[in-house]
């Protein structure tokens, strides 16, 4: 059997014969000469290199330099393990992996495996030609998979550390903390900002375990433009902003939340506003036991009587400001006539007698009361609603 046989071949990778020796003198002596190779191919073929900044260029030759060199060592010494992708970052600084893809790391690999293997007739020893080439193959077959379990502990780390800071933030909104670092973590977390912002809570679901959670960012990303999920103890948070319609991306998201109320905040302005929305949200979960009968999902602005007596003063300044305050302004005698129908019973005649007017006249202010304040008294909750915006007109109309 000839020394160029495949059995005298693996033989000598084995045993490291002066025909490997040979090969191994030429691939230091062309290393120089592959180097240029594969800058010039990146250059000539690769758009996404030509588009880097000139610091991570010289950082990717510095990796492709570092390949040549990690396989040049390797193949000296073929029962050692081969350099995997992080020996051979080692050189570029832990940023260039979110400057270049996984993609293109292997598109990386593939040049200098091909610039290697398309000068091996011209660096190999004679006869050695077949080695040199098995070798680089099982070379760069090892780097890339590799390159795959670098870049999967990447995405895992970026995974947990973007959900840590989108639990701050939203955290952050809950509280009503909207100072100036909130808008450079939200772009952190991709949030673009265009468009209208709301919040809308519930409970959680009771395996809601990381698999179902990464599931919930998925879904609520494809709901709204932008998206944000907070899960604080059995309460599930959700940010949505966007140009689209929120409140239709909210209640499409509803089989995301365990049993019991959920309730949508009111559409912001912005993210700078976002903690005003999470706020009343978050009021009208608690205060939603008290309203059996509410929808699923409800508006926050639903529940201002329920918030209330769970005191959000918020709620309170709301029913003063939106109801109470503009009937008593108006003409007409819609406050007195209003507060004549809700105590008598909801009765327009019984109303009719104590003012000593006809019912259609009572009938007529009722719905000038309407008009005002966008709440029927002839509905019964949203007579409710009056009733209790008038009880809090008339103590803050009390003298201190």
């Given amino acids: 059997m000839t020394a160029t046989s495949p059995t005298a071949s693996g033989r000598s ?5 002066a025909g490997n020796a040979d090969n191994l003198q030429g691939l230091r002596d062309g290393s120089g000469l592959l180097m240029a190779a594969a800058l010039r191919r990146l250059d000539e073929e ?28 390797w193949y000296a010494d073929p029962l050692a393990p081969p350099h995997g992708v992080s020996e051979i970052f080692a050189a570029a600084p832990p940023e260039l992996t979110r400057s270049i893809s996984l993609q293109n790391t292997l598109q990386l690999v593939r040049i200098v495996v091909e610039v290697v293997e398309s000068h ?29 379990e670098v870049y999967a502990r990447a995405a895992e780390v970026r995974g947990a550390w973007d959900a840590r800071l989108e639990a701050l933030v939203v955290d952050a909104l809950v509280r009503g903390d ?14 673009g900002g265009r468009g209208s912002t709301l919040v809308i809570a519930g409970t959680t679901t009771a395996s809601l375990d990381e698999v179902r959670t990464a599931e919930l960012r998925r879904a609520t990303r494809r709901a709204a433009g932008d998206a944000l999920v907070g899960i604080h103890g059995d309460r599930l948070v959700l940010v949505l902003g966007g140009e689209g319609d929120l409140q239709a991306a909210a209640a499409s998201l509803l089989p995301r939340f365990g049993p019991g109320p959920v309730v949508i905040g009111p559409t912001v302005a912005g993210l700078e506003e976002a903690g005003r929305s999470a706020q009343a949200a978050l009021a009208g979960l608690r205060a939603a ?36 305050r503009p009937l008593a302004e108006a003409t007409g005698s819609v ?23 006809h019912p259609n006249t009572v009938r007529y ?14 509905d019964a909750r949203e007579s409710f609603v009056l009733q209790i915006a008038l009880a809090l007109g008339q103590l803050a109309a009390l003298p201190r």
């Fill in 335 to 357: 406050l007195e006539t209003l507060s004549a129908y809700l105590g008598t019973g909801r009765s327009l005649e019984a109303a009719a007698r104590t003012l000593y007017v």
């Fill in 289 to 324: 036991p008290a309203w059996p009968q509410a929808p699923r999902p409800v508006l926050a602005d639903d529940l201002l009587p329920e918030r209330v007596l769970t005191g959000d003063t918020t709620a309170r300044r709301t029913l003063v400001t939106q109801a109470y």
């Fill in 120 to 148: 091996s007739d011209q660096l190999a020893a004679p006869g050695g030609e077949r080695d040199l080439r098995e070798a680089v193959l099982r070379y760069s077959r090892e780097v890339a998979f590799s390159a795959a």
């Fill in 178 to 191: 909207g100072d100036d670092s909130l808008r450079s973590r939200v772009s952190a977390l991709g949030w």
């Fill in 13 to 17: 990778r084995a045993t490291g014969t």
């Fill in 365 to 378: 202010r009722l719905r000038k009361v309407s008009e005002i304040t966008g709440w029927d008294p002839l």
């Fill in 46 to 73: 690769v758009p996404w290199y030509r588009e880097l900044p000139a610091e991570d260029r010289s950082y990717v030759g510095l990796v492709a330099q570092s390949g040549i060199t990690a396989f040049v060592s």
